[in-house]
């Protein structure tokens, strides 16, 4: 049976995580980032919808719950849950925060990709006294198709525009500068303006 595409939070985390060590080596605000793919991944599911309304002479957006069905995914419906509880309704930035805080929202999705056959769940020792949980690559096929896709969306300009996953995916990895998996700095310098395009496009696909 074919595997089921990876959600963009799994995707994210999967980039950022040290192939052996298992502990995060890219990027920084990962649960910021996390809480970005969570979001739009219940847009896309439409459980979540934005709503614009009239403030004075300005407009603002605020995010409604749309739907409280389970998804059947803990990630999502940790975040559907904590979202429908709040008291009040929030901008799309503050409910990304929302997600963010969510208590050891990486563990979580680093379980989700467990369970999924793509990691495995170990623990290592720090300063002799603690140990943390740590999630070393078990089946290295996935993060290797998610590199060429990215590769080829930044890369390949013949291709044309990538999908709206795909740029939805780099907007985030960007901007937690978890790229840096993929490429020096030197090379991000060069796509910069590929890149700054791709952002676009997502934020207007948002």
Do not use: C, W
């Amino acid at each position: 049976m074919a595997r089921a595409p990876l959600r963009l939070h799994q995707e994210l985390l999967l980039l950022a995580l040290h192939d052996t060590k298992g502990t995060l080596a890219f990027g920084q605000m990962q649960h910021v980032g996390l809480g970005g793919g969570i979001f739009s991944e219940l847009l896309l599911e439409e459980r979540l919808r934005l709503v614009t309304e009239k403030r004075g002479r300005k407009e603002k957006t605020f995010v409604e719950v749309a739907n409280r069905t389970r998804t059947r995914e803990d990630v999502l419906d940790l975040a559907l849950e904590r979202l429908s509880a709040a008291k009040r309704r929030a901008n799309p930035r503050d409910t990304v925060l929302r997600i963010a805080r969510i208590k050891r929202l990486r563990h979580h999705v680093g379980l989700e990709l467990v369970r999924r056959g793509v990691l495995r769940a170990t623990e290592d020792e720090i300063l002799l006294f603690f140990r943390r949980k740590v999630y070393p690559t078990l089946d290295p096929g996935p993060e290797r198709a998610l590199i060429e896709r990215i590769r080829a969306a930044l890369e390949d300009r013949d291709a044309g525009a990538p999908d709206g996953r795909t740029a939805l995916l780099i907007s985030l990895a960007h901007a937690t500068g978890t790229l840096r998996a993929l490429y020096d700095r030197k090379a991000l310098k060069a796509l910069k303006v590929r890149i700054e395009g791709l952002v676009a496009e997502a934020g207007e696909a948002g």
